[in-house]
């Protein structure tokens, strides 16, 4: 550990005049903060000169790993040619038109239509807005709340803060009124004693039906789902789930956005989770992978009906008020034009490849005997801890497990996340086979040391 009283280190200047969020400031404050100076493949090396493979990409989104040189590239030869603008007034930068045209050629629908944001939290905010303007452009406007699902991660925004279902929004006073919360699609945890997987699905159906009927169908603007529930814990939906859902939701007219923030650009095994899970949203919301990580950006891909309703709403009073500074920014398209060639070019296939050994991996660390469940889809994974496997009686909190695992992994150069009592891993598809055995080998042996302190 370095020292971190030195009043100059990286560790105290990080602390003295940056804001620290989504951190537990009592582990920074016994372990030092980590403060990363550059990345090579899928590691990154600290001020110390630590290495660690993260096993997250960053936050999801690093999919081709820390340097690669086609990203670096596509930046500078477009910001040589054009470093910025907008798309404001009619005036859009010619790569924006050529990334448009290149994710409606990649959405799982025909006639795709693209507006950009900077973040994914923007992109669901947006969205609401669109679908807000949509209907009472339309003469419902009524038709004002959002459904969600528990669990939820939908983004940071005072919207998309009140989309995602997570207790620790109640700090803003959020989530604001008419943002509704489902149950999340956790077999595991949410299922009934005796209630089979079918079972559980068709309660979930059947508590749509109820909600639907209870707020009236006429006042829902919307249902937002990511295909599979990312920083909830990793939760891919019980079988069936959306083959239930979704005529639930076709029959009362909600239109269906794919939050696949995460999912979006190859993480399940397809290029988007929806196509995994065999349905159609009506709009995705795209943002992480999308640069891979190389320039912020977020997107809502519309659909073509959606966007025919939304294009016929807008021209009739002549303009859409919305927009970013930064929205469709050259650099950021070009990057993602680049991002999008490769994943097509070798990173999907990629994780295909990856796919077995990383299930693999994940299902022998669930032997252990305080692993209570693994779960995941593609390249993305989270092992559940738990005190006692046939009850699955979590821990007592206070013992933050998942933090002590992640610490130890940390401390033998393995960065990954915990979440609740699990373990979650995204590995970049870059990853080699040697790379995710030294990924497994190392939560395993962090798995091993925590526990045994702990019981
Ligand atoms: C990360 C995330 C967001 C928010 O994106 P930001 O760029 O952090 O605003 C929204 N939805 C999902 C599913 C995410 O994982």
């Known amino acids: 550990m370095p ?3 030195l009043p100059n280190s990286w560790d105290a200047r990080a ?15 016994a372990r030092g903060t980590v403060v990363v100076t550059h990345g090579e493949g899928p590691y990154v090396i600290d001020t110390e000169g630590r290495r660690y493979l993260d096993a997250n990409s960053g936050l999801w989104n690093m999919i081709a790993g820390f340097d690669d040189l086609d990203l670096i590239r596509a930046a500078q030869d477009q910001y040589a040619k054009f470093p910025g603008y907008h798309a404001f007034f009619g005036r859009m930068a010619d790569t924006t038109v050529e990334l448009s045209e290149k994710l409606a050629a990649v959405a799982p629908f025909d006639g795709a239509k693209t507006f950009y944001t ?7 905010d947006t969205m609401v807005k669109m679908l807000w303007f949509l209907h009472g452009a339309e003469g419902r406007p009524q038709r004002r709340k959002i459904l969600t699902r528990l669990n939820a991660y939908h983004g940071v925004t005072a919207v998309s803060a009140s989309m995602t279902g997570k207790p620790y929004n109640s700090v803003f006073g959020l989530p604001l009124p008419g943002f509704v919360h489902l149950t999340c699609p956790h077999y595991w945890r949410e299922g009934g004693e005796g209630e089979s997987e079918a079972q559980f699905t068709a309660r979930l159906a059947a508590e749509l039906e109820e909600v639907i009927a209870r707020e009236g169908a006429d006042t829902i603007a919307g249902f937002f789902a990511e295909p599979v529930q990312g920083a909830g814990g990793v939760i891919p939906p019980s079988e069936g789930y959306f083959d239930a ?12 956005i794919a939050d696949e923030v995460i999912t979006g650009f190859g993480r399940t095994g397809e290029m988007w989770g929806c196509q ?6 009506d709009a995705i919301i795209a ?3 999308l640069t891979a990580g190389y320039f912020p950006m977020g997107a809502v891909i519309l659909g073509p009906e959606l966007g025919d309703r939304l294009q016929r709403a807008t021209d009739a009073i002549e303009e ?7 929205s469709g920014h050259p650099v950021g398209c070009a990057v993602a034009l680049k991002a999008i060639e490769l994943v097509e070019g070798g990173l999907l296939d990629n994780v295909r490849r990856l796919t077995p050994a990383f299930e693999a991996g994940l299902a022998r660390l669930a032997e252990h005997e305080h692993i209570g469940e693994w779960r995941g889809k593609g390249l993305m994974g989270a092992l559940e801890a738990v005190k006692d496997k046939a009850t699955k009686t979590p821990w007592d909190g206070d013992l933050s497990v998942s933090e002590r695992i992640a610490n130890t992994c940390t401390d033998h150069g393995l960065i990954c996340r915990p979440l609740g009592q699990s373990i979650v891993l995204c ?6 086979d040697d790379q995710m055995d030294e990924m497994f080998d190392k939560l395993g042996s962090a798995l091993d040391e925590v526990f045994a302190g702990l019981s």
Not at 15 to 29: C, K, N, Q, V, W
Not at 245 to 256: E, G, K, N, S
Not at 276 to 281: L, Q
């Open 15 to 29: 602390r003295a005049h940056s804001f620290f969020g989504f951190t537990d400031l009592p582990s920074i404050e």
């Open 118 to 124: 900077n973040s994914g939290s923007e992109a669901n």
């Open 427 to 432: 590995p970049p598809f870059i990853t080699t």
């Open 245 to 256: 859902i979704l005529p639930i939701l076709r029959a009362h007219d909600i239109p269906v």
């Open 276 to 281: 995994t899970y065999g349905f159609t949203p």
């Open 320 to 326: 859409f008020p919305h927009g970013f500074t930064a």
């Open 3 to 5: 020292d971190t009283t």
């Open 287 to 289: 943002s992480k992978a």
